[in-house]
């Protein structure tokens, strides 16, 4: 006689999980696209319907019932409260930042997990591309083969190359890590500034400590990834900016405010041979008439580093693999904790 698998007596519970948004759901839309409101549905019943502060009125008995709320930018957060939400234990965050509306649901032992290691990597791929063409030299070449006498092969500037070369990052927060790891099949030297680098973590990421000093004088390319904290405002000066090598690169997806912007165009205008890469300043865009807008060896673009269109679906892949994590009862990879308000990346 065949003999048949018994029943589990375990009954697997049913975890109720929703959206809330801002009235414009097109983030929510973008990030949540069908095929991953199937991979949510596979673990939890999930509410088609958008909360939102004009609608959730009607839907005050779903909201009721809700253990998991998926969000990202624009988060309502006059919602997220206990009456609205009593059931709610988990908020899975498809951004970053969760400073606006994140403490008092800490505070009352909600989990918060970001998809801040998904940004984190688009930030990442971006400073790859730009440190590789910095080492090329591509961004200075390009600006002189503008003019017909320095375009020729053997004529225009041509970078140091990669091989070898000495890469500085400033700060080892996430994004600075995944840039080492994307770093590596390069062979460079990779130099690196963060007062709570231990030399045996260092060690392992394949990293020099150095001073910012050292991190400014040596290196061909220097990125910056400084926490934004307010003691680190301004700390990237004129005499660090000055002290750059000859033909040097910075890069900065960082935060405007921690470079003196007075040092920086001051230095620049003295020096054609550096180059700075700003896809962030202070304030952003930068005022009419900064000077930022007319020097050749400023390239700016528009804090665009980060998730934007097809990457958007990568901070919903990020969540909801929290998401199962949730369901199987295993640990929460990224979640937030109150201390962590206090360094924001």
């Known amino acids: 006689m065949t003999s048949h698998p018994q029943p589990s007596k375990h009954v697997i519970r049913t975890i109720q999980a929703g959206f809330v948004s801002s009235p414009d759901c097109s983030a929510i839309n973008r990030i949540f696209d069908a095929p991953?409101?199937?991979?949510?549905?596979?673990?939890?019943?999930?509410?088609?319907?958008?909360?939102?502060?004009?609608?959730?009125?009607?839907?005050?008995?779903?909201?009721?019932?809700?253990?998991?709320?998926?969000?990202?930018?624009?988060?309502?957060?006059?919602?997220l409260t206990p009456?609205?939400?009593?059931?709610?234990?988990?908020?899975?965050?498809?951004?970053?930042?969760?400073?606006?509306?994140?403490?008092?649901?800490?505070?009352?032992?909600?989990?918060?997990?970001?998809?801040?290691?998904?940004?984190?990597?688009?930030?990442?791929q971006f400073c790859l591309g730009q440190i590789i063409l910095a080492c090329k030299g591509y961004f200075r070449n390009t600006q002189l083969c503008r003019q017909p006498a320095m375009a020729a092969p053997g004529v225009?500037?041509?970078?140091?190359?990669?091989?070898?070369?000495?890469i500085a990052l400033i700060g080892m927060g996430a994004v600075a890590r995944e840039l080492v790891r994307l770093l590596r099949p390069f062979q460079l030297q990779i130099q690196a500034v963060d007062p709570y680098l231990a030399p045996a973590e260092a060690e392992m990421l394949g990293v020099q400590i150095v001073t910012m000093e050292q991190a400014f004088a040596e290196p061909y390319v220097i990125s910056n990834h400084l926490p934004n904290l307010p003691e680190l405002v301004g700390v990237l000066d004129g005499p660090l900016?000055?002290?750059?090598?000859?033909?040097?690169?910075?890069?900065?997806?960082?935060r405007g405010a921690q470079v003196n912007e007075s040092g920086?165009?001051?230095?620049?205008?003295?020096?054609?041979?550096?180059?700075?890469?700003?896809?962030?300043?202070?304030?952003?865009?930068p005022k009419p008439g900064s000077p930022l807008y007319e020097l050749p060896n400023v390239q700016l673009s528009s804090h665009l580093a980060g998730a934007y269109h097809d990457e958007l679906p990568r901070l919903g892949d990020c969540v909801i693999?929290?998401?199962?994590?949730y369901a199987a009862e295993q640990p929460l990879l990224y979640v937030e904790r109150l201390e962590h308000l206090e360094r924001t990346a």
């Open 156 to 166: 225009a500037f041509v970078g140091a190359g990669l091989y070898g070369e000495k």
């Open 83 to 124: 009456e609205i939400f009593p059931q709610l234990r988990v908020v899975l965050y498809a951004g970053g930042s969760i400073k606006g509306f994140g403490r008092p649901l800490l505070e009352r032992e909600i989990q918060i997990t970001t998809a801040k290691a998904a940004n984190a990597l688009c930030v990442a």
């Open 264 to 285: 920086l165009i001051e230095v620049l205008r003295r020096r054609p041979d550096l180059t700075a890469l700003l896809d962030v300043t202070d304030p952003e865009p």
């Open 321 to 325: 693999d929290e998401l199962e994590r």
């Open 36 to 79: 991953r409101r199937g991979r949510i549905a596979r673990v939890a019943q999930l509410s088609p319907v958008i909360l939102t502060p004009e609608n959730f009125g009607q839907y005050r008995e779903d909201a009721a019932r809700m253990e998991v709320l998926f969000a990202t930018w624009g988060i309502p957060s006059e919602l």
């Open 241 to 254: 900016f000055a002290s750059m090598r000859r033909d040097a690169t910075f890069i900065n997806t960082g």
